[in-house]
């Protein structure tokens, strides 16, 4: 499998990151330039309100709206949390790490959080959940610290390994190599990327983060409430950290600074891919150079095209999201109506899981198949969407077959569903259906005209029209145009243009420059 990333960076806009797998775009990342409240972002909170009922708090992070901590978020040690947090402001504590810090007891898990925080507390806390809709940031107390092959968890001494490593050989190799270089009270869990790499590889990446840990203790101590301590690295770099492999072949970035950036941290995580890194130089649009604007468009919408034939409708609610499958043009007999099914609910399953990364769709998802009469045919389009959502990096949960003939996933949601606006509004009507009247065209054109030979006294002037306006300006032996000339003394140049539409009009002056009105 051929990976490739392409990377749009406009100043308007932000960073948008594709994905592509075999030249088809699987993922779709767009990074504002001003978001400041993005997965991992460490805060310096105060609690605001404390809500019994729900056995969680609000949060004042900085964000419109408090932000959601529920009792379950708060972490094992939270206590001893909230005690660096309170001798690191008192200025009483020195150490960058947590050596001679004596651990709190873990909190009960069936406790209460009014039993463990109080209103005006300060607590750091961890994005877990982008703000979406109406709702603020969702967050967690219990801190980690992502690196490329480890995670590094404060006031924990528990090694984790990443179940997807399945040797127990690999497995006890790299708990022993984590073990003999952590520091005390710090936990580490071991990613998958981990595999096989070697103890200076580990180490690196392991001081990496303990350097990122003592800077969150420096800035704890100054910062004030509600900002940021820490801040998670850019959504391009965090996409690199998680997923790059040697199956990457290109990485094409059009913006200069950023493409130093994207090398940097390349060469520094995996120097032999360095040279994959690509600085894009020619006029034409990236994505539309690589292909990527065209699947975009034709990725999202209502309705998605499959390639033979049939089509999927997708539907959004507050609640979750409905996908149904439409055989369409596709004909079968009766014989093989069933075999078709099958066929017809596989393509749609293969789409379907690009769909949900591509789009970021979170929450609950019902897919309505092509209904299989066969119980062999239904296990198999399970077992086969399963095999098609393997290589979703987010959380999910897919459910057998219900007797209807639905299938439905639950899918982690960490941030706003990505939309991408596939229609485009009528340049004539504006999007209302209506234009203006064509018999006040030339009362509109002669009018603008007056204005910019009497009032601006500009010269040399150029009218672009549809080619059936130019026409009708420029016909007859007095035409139109020529009664311009005797009337304002100046000879008009008419250039038709097809692309306008009918009772679109602008004007140039001498310099091909338009003339603002």
Request: hydrophobic share 40%.
């Amino acid at each position: 499998m051929v990976k490739e990333l392409i990377i749009d960076s406009t100043p308007d806009k932000g960073v948008t990151i594709a994905l592509l797998q075999d030249k088809q775009l699987v993922e779709l990342n767009k990074e504002q330039a001003d978001n400041n409240f993005a997965v991992g972002d460490i805060y310096l909170g105060r609690i605001k309100k404390i809500m019994p009922g729900l056995n969680a708090a609000f949060v004042d992070v900085g964000y419109e709206k408090d932000a959601f901590l529920h009792y379950l978020d708060l972490g094992p040690q939270v206590q001893s949390l909230l005690k660096l947090t309170r001798i690191v402001k008192n200025g009483s504590y020195q150490e960058k790490l947590l050596n001679s810090l004596k651990l709190e007891k873990d909190i009960d898990k069936a406790g209460k959080i009014s039993d463990i925080l109080s209103r005006n507390v300060l607590l750091p806390v961890q994005i877990a959940k982008e703000p979406i809709s109406t709702k603020g940031p969702r967050l967690s107390s219990d801190l980690s610290i992502a690196g490329r092959f480890v995670v590094l968890v404060p006031f924990s001494s528990a090694v984790s390994i990443s179940k997807r490593i399945k040797g127990s050989a690999e497995r006890n190799r790299l708990k022993k190599i984590v073990e003999s270089i952590k520091p005390p009270n710090f936990g580490v869990i071991i990613r998958t990327v981990s595999e096989g790499k070697g103890v200076d590889e580990l180490e690196k990446d392991l001081l990496d983060l303990i350097s990122k840990w003592e800077l969150f203790t420096k800035r704890l101590k100054s910062v004030e409430p509600a900002q940021k301590v820490l801040g998670e690295m850019d959504r391009a770099s965090t996409i690199l950290r998680d997923i790059l492999t040697d199956e990457f072949t290109h990485i094409h970035v059009n913006d200069y600074a950023l493409y130093e950036e994207v090398k940097s941290y390349v060469q520094e995580i995996s120097p032999d891919l360095e040279k994959i890194v690509r600085l894009y130089k020619h006029k034409e649009p990236i994505f539309d150079h690589f292909g990527v604007e065209k699947q975009i468009k034709a990725a999202f919408g209502k309705t998605v095209n499959l390639q033979g034939g049939a089509y999927l409708v997708i539907e959004h609610t507050e609640a979750l999201h409905v996908v149904d499958v439409n055989s369409g043009n596709r004909i079968a007999s009766k014989e093989n109506q069933e075999e078709n099914a099958l066929l017809v609910n596989k393509e749609a399953a293969k789409e379907i899981a690009r769909q949900l990364r591509l789009r970021d769709m979170g929450g609950i998802v019902v897919i309505d198949f092509i209904d299989m009469h066969k119980p062999a045919n239904r296990k198999e389009l399970y077992g086969f969407l399963k095999e098609c959502m393997a290589n979703d990096r987010a959380k999910h949960t897919i459910l057998p077959p219900s007797k209807f003939g639905l299938v439905q996933i639950t899918r982690q949601r960490v941030r706003p569903e990505m939309s991408v606006v596939t229609n485009e509004k009528c340049p004539a009507c504006g999007g209302t259906g209506e234009i203006r009247s064509s018999i006040v065209l030339l009362d509109d054109i002669e009018s603008n005209l007056s204005y910019i030979l009497q009032e601006q006294n500009e010269k040399g002037i150029t009218l672009c029209v549809h080619p059936y306006i130019g026409a009708y300006i420029k016909s007859g032996l007095f035409s139109i145009r020529l009664k311009w000339l005797f009337k304002y003394g100046k000879w008009i140049k008419v250039k038709t243009v097809s692309s306008y539409h009918l009772t679109q009009f602008r004007f140039f002056n001498s310099k091909d420059e338009e003339i603002k009105l």
